[in-house]
């Protein structure tokens, strides 16, 4: 999931910044158990599950453990298989993986991504979401052009906007506006992106990313279209909007 | 043959500098055509107060080298992936086997039943093909491929001796002066089986003998009599079972014992595709830098005892897990201190970037690939330092693709592999054949003319060098004796290229030609520091850094605008300290004083 506003970027820093503090206090495996007991006792609790990965991030950043990743699929994995109708906990099995993406190399990446497809497809397969239908769509424009997903992605995301437009309007459900446009620009269909990025903006006036996009062209949009899906970068991952900006 | 240059040298003194294109007038009637060349060359170049426009000319099919080379073709349903793992093979090297002046070049080639290529140089751009008459030509049988190949003098006789390695056991070949190479493997000592895909000689430990570094790529299996189907690597970023690299050391009585775990090299078990040295700390012995696919290079200080010690954490910041395929060295910012170029995967499929790791000067680099415009060159294999241009500073130029085929692409068969759950990757048999399929191919080459010792510009097609083959090894040199460095490029399964440089108002040069004598004779290792009222610049000499390549011997300063004397200081191997008087836009030869050395 990328990062949209300033206003994430703050929520997240600040989930990061406590749970980096959570760590440093405790120990790492200390606070791994007692994080990861929570989600246990609580397998579809997205917010419980997304603490725990938000954790998971700070510690292995801090330093540049990546065992602490897998430790955290493993434990995903394990809940899953635990709890295999808890469709949020395929989702944050997912976004584990995709959390520890950019830490790895660059084949490993594409097994990571591969498996974290996986596991949001199992999520919506058992509880179609808004959330699923927009982070598996954007995952799928990961995929450079030559695996062909992106109509697989282009074909979620169309789907997550018609759910958006049945409900009450988020802030978050902008997102859907700047990922359905770069997926159709991955698709060379540039008129649909504007008008795409445009409907958003009409929608979501202060959105920075359909600003950003409808202002350049050419090379520069491609430029800002690729950055945007590197997966050398770290992918905001927090779901902390889901929760507070409703 | 005509009369070796050594020997119109044996009264010189170790300052003396010769008239190069005086000499070859001396040496034979043929040499006279070349006079004229070069006497109406260098009045076109070496003027100009500004950089030349660089230009390079194939002349592969009229210098007669244009001549293909062949992979080895496996047998067997796993054939088709084995042959893709062993497609790194097309190998060129420079070196002046015969002593006449002129560069020649030995360029492998890989298949069951077909013949390497030793090109004698004729001086006038036409090579000749002089492999079986000399006996060079052989190495791959049914159980051997060859792969790489080094030109040294082992024995210190005054002429170089080859090397070549293969998946299989080296060949080393001494020169009977350049009548005829004799197979002295045996007695050598060099007979352990590896899958050797790049070597280098240096002088390890500064004896006065030059003494060898292999890169092995798989682990030491015979690729073509499969006693187990577990040989790839077992993780595609962080491998841990290839070959690792072999240390050689030369006892001096023609044969070389493996020091590998003794120096400190047999904890390295990486999949190693090059092999690069050079005194990054300045404390006058060699480190030794390892290029390594599957994941992470490594970076070795000489300990000045015999030994290494693995500094990659320190010294690059961790570990990296890219497909490390080149290791050149040079000093591309003329800050006095030498940096390394790696090439890596950057396609559409992967985003690696290659590395560039310039030297801080405190045992630690920094990656300016990004920062310089050198990241991105789709699939890479050798790159090269040169300056093409004779301005003053190291220019790059880049070799890639890896398999040019039919319209459908390979790529989505691999990943269908790699993604699926729980797959051995060790496993030959667990790999799609590639058929027809295209893989990272049809790729266009780099060539990057660095601007101001800090940011390079890509210029291939306007430098006439944006060829689309599947490259592999670059072999530069001055095959014509300019003063304009020209390349060779090795294409793996395609025709070889020669790229003769016609860069007009490029900037005014000289070459050195260093002669050691308690230093080893090819002078591998030594450091020349080149001042002019502009710029100091550095040098070293090497024993073939890049991948699948081996390049000149002599060292090649460009000077820019400037006509004042450069002041030149030689520092041996042995430790010894000598300054210089070069010629302008000439070859200098350099001996070693006798008396040298403090080692």
Redesign the interface.
């Known amino acids: 999931m990328r990062r949209f506003g300033l206003h994430c970027l703050l929520a997240a820093g600040v989930a990061l910044a406590l749970a980096g503090r959570v760590v440093a206090q405790n120990g790492w495996d200390a606070d791994a158990a007692r994080l990861e007991a929570a989600v246990a006792a609580s397998p579809d609790d997205l917010r419980a599950g997304n603490d725990y990965r938000m954790a998971v991030i700070v510690a292995a950043r801090t330093d ?1 453990n990546l065992v602490k990743y897998d430790r955290a699929i493993a434990f995903f994995e394990k809940l899953v298989t635990d709890h295999p109708t808890a469709a949020n906990a395929h989702l944050n099995y997912g976004f584990a993986y995709v959390d520890k993406i950019p830490a ?5 990446q ?2 990571l991504a ?2 974290a497809l996986g596991a949001f497809t199992k999520s919506l397969d058992l509880r179609p979401s808004w959330i699923g239908l927009y982070t598996r769509g954007n995952s799928y424009l990961f995929w ?5 997903r992106t109509k697989y992605g282009i074909a979620d995301l169309e789907e997550a906007l018609k759910m958006q437009n049945a409900e009450p309007k988020r802030p978050y459900h902008v997102r859907t506006y700047v990922s359905l446009g770069d997926g159709y620009w991955k698709m060379d269909d540039l008129p649909k992106a504007i008008a795409t990025w445009k409907d958003g903006l009409a929608a979501f006036p202060d959105s920075a990313a359909l600003r950003d996009r409808l202002a350049k062209q050419g090379d520069d949009l491609q430029k800002l279209i690729d950055d945007s899906y ?3 970068k770290r992918v905001d991952t927090s779901l902390q909007d889901l929760w507070t900006n409703q | 043959m005509d009369k070796p240059v050594n020997d119109t040298k044996t009264t010189m003194t170790a300052e003396t500098a010769e008239n190069h294109v005086g000499r070859l007038s001396a040496i034979s009637a043929r040499s006279a055509v070349i006079v004229s060349i070069v006497s109406l060359l260098t009045l076109t170049i070496g003027a100009a107060d500004t950089p030349g426009v660089m230009k390079f000319e194939d002349i592969a099919a009229t210098a007669g080298v244009r001549v293909r080379h062949h992979t080895r073709q496996f047998k067997g349903a796993t054939g088709d992936v084995l042959h893709m793992f062993t497609s790194g093979g097309a190998a060129a090297s420079a070196g002046d086997f015969d002593n006449d002046g002129f560069d020649d070049l030995f360029v492998t080639n890989s298949n069951e039943g077909t013949t390497s290529y030793l090109y004698r140089n004729n001086g006038n751009l036409t090579f000749t093909n002089v492999a079986e008459k000399l006996g060079v030509g052989g190495g791959n049988d049914a159980k051997s491929i060859v792969a790489d190949s080094v030109w040294f003098d082992y024995d210190n006789d005054g002429w170089r001796d080859l090397l070549v390695v293969r998946f299989g056991t080296p060949i080393l070949y001494h020169n009977e002066r350049a009548a005829a190479f004799r197979d002295v493997s045996a007695s050598s000592g060099l007979t352990t089986f590896g899958n050797t895909i790049a070597a280098m000689a240096f002088d390890y430990d500064n004896d006065g003998r030059l003494d060898l570094l292999f890169g092995n790529y798989f682990k030491p299996l015979n690729l073509l009599d499969l006693p187990d189907p577990h040989v790839l690597p077992n993780d595609l970023d962080n491998a841990v079972n290839g070959g690792g690299v072999t240390l050689w050391h030369s006892l001096g009585n023609g044969r070389f014992e493996n020091v590998t775990a003794k120096a400190g090299f047999a904890g390295h078990t990486g999949w190693t595709l090059d092999v690069g040295h050079g005194d990054f700390d300045d404390d006058g012995d060699q480190d030794v830098y390892l290029a390594n696919d599957y994941g992470t290079d490594r970076y070795f200080v000489n300990d000045g005892d015999g030994t290494f010690t693995d500094k990659t954490e320190t010294a690059l910041g961790g570990f990296d897990t890219k497909k490390g395929m080149n290791v050149d060295v040079g000093d591309y910012d003329n800050d006095g201190k030498l940096d390394v170029y790696v090439t890596n995967i950057t396609d559409e499929y992967m985003k690696e970037c290659n590395m560039l790791w310039h030297n801080n000067g405190d045992g630690t680099f920094t990656d300016l690939s990004r920062e310089t415009g050198t990241c991105e060159t789709l699939w890479g294999w050798a790159a090269k330092f040169g300056d093409y241009d004779n301005d003053g500073l190291l220019d790059l130029f880049v070799v890639n693709g890896l398999r040019s085929a039919g319209p459908d692409n390979y790529i989505p068969v691999l990943v269908e592999m790699i993604t699926r759950p729980g797959v051995d990757f060790t496993d030959v048999r667990q790999w799609p054949s590639i058929g027809t399929m295209t893989w990272s191919g049809y790729q266009k080459k780099k060539f990057y003319r660095n601007l101001d010792g800090q940011v390079f510009k890509e210029m291939s097609a306007a430098a006439g060098v944006d060829n689309d083959k599947d490259g592999r090894g670059l072999a530069v040199a001055d095959y014509d004796n300019d003063g304009r460095l020209d390349f060779f490029q090795a294409n793996a399964d395609q025709e070889p290229l020669l790229y003769r440089n016609v860069t007009t108002g490029a900037g005014h040069w000289i070459q050195l030609k260093l002669v050691g004598s308690k230093s080893n004779r090819d002078a591998i290792g030594a450091r020349v520091t080149v001042k002019t009222a502009a710029r100091t610049q550095i040098r070293e000499v090497d024993g073939g850094n890049g991948y699948a390549g081996q390049s000149l011997q002599r060292l090649h300063v460009g000077l820019g605008a400037s006509t004042a004397v450069p002041s030149v200081s030689v520092r041996w191997p042995s430790g010894a300290v000598q300054q210089v008087t070069a010629v302008l836009d000439r070859l200098t030869t350099v001996r070693e004083p006798a008396s040298s050395g403090s080692r």
């Open positions: 540049r790895a190399g660059a084949i490993t594409v097994i591969n498996n450079p052009r030559i695996f062909l590197d997966p050398s």
